[in-house]
């Protein structure tokens, strides 16, 4: 775990939304979705549920938000 995936996940439970995380942090979004996914993998969760048209906290991913806070 490093700090780029951290400020990326508290930018997408912030937003709930990819594209506007990846706005804010200056990068692209599919380098935020590989931020997201690599963290994920290292956890052995999932953070959030994503669909085509929308992105919310997984269980695992709103307890994840309480602790880094």
Known sequence: MNTTQLECFMEVANFLNFSRAAERLRITQPAVS????TLENELGVKLFHRTSKSVRLTQEGFLFTQVRR
Not at 34 to 37: E, G, P
């Open 34 to 37: 590989h931020q997201i996914n």
